[in-house]
Nanobody, 124 residues
């Protein structure tokens, strides 16, 4: 059982930046695809970005490509999401997730492990 913990959320003004981190209880994430998702009130959970740890292959949702960047962290059990040019509509709870799969996939139900989420609020 992999435990994931997100950090880095908070309140930011529109146009600002935040960097989210996800730390796993396992020593390495090499066997996983890691994804970032978000869920706003009354909306479905939305895929944002994913990275295949082994080779760094990434996939982004159209809504965030060019503004958000997913990357491996400084240690083998962390992954980050750099969010720039934030908009009020980016306000949501942000989650990281892990999937034992060779491919980066966008469907939340496929991911095996989830963090508890971190709130991101963007004020206008």
């Amino acid at each position: 059982q992999v435990q994931l913990v997100e950090s880095g959320g908070g309140l930011v003004q529109a146009g600002g930046s935040l960097r989210l981190s996800c730390t796993a209880s396992e020593r390495t994430l090499r066997i996983y695809v890691m994804g970032w998702f978000r869920q706003a009130p009354g909306k479905e959970r939305e895929f944002l970005a994913g990275i295949r740890w082994l080779d760094g292959a990434t996939l982004y949702a159209d809504s965030v490509e060019g503004r958000f960047t997913i990357s491996k962290g400084n240690t083998e059990n962390t992954v980050s999401l750099q969010m720039n040019s934030l908009l009020p509509e980016d306000t949501a709870v942000y989650y990281c997730a892990a999937d034992r799969s060779p491919f980066v996939r966008t469907e939340p139900s496929i991911y095996d492990y989830w963090g508890q989420g971190t709130q991101v609020t963007v004020s206008s």
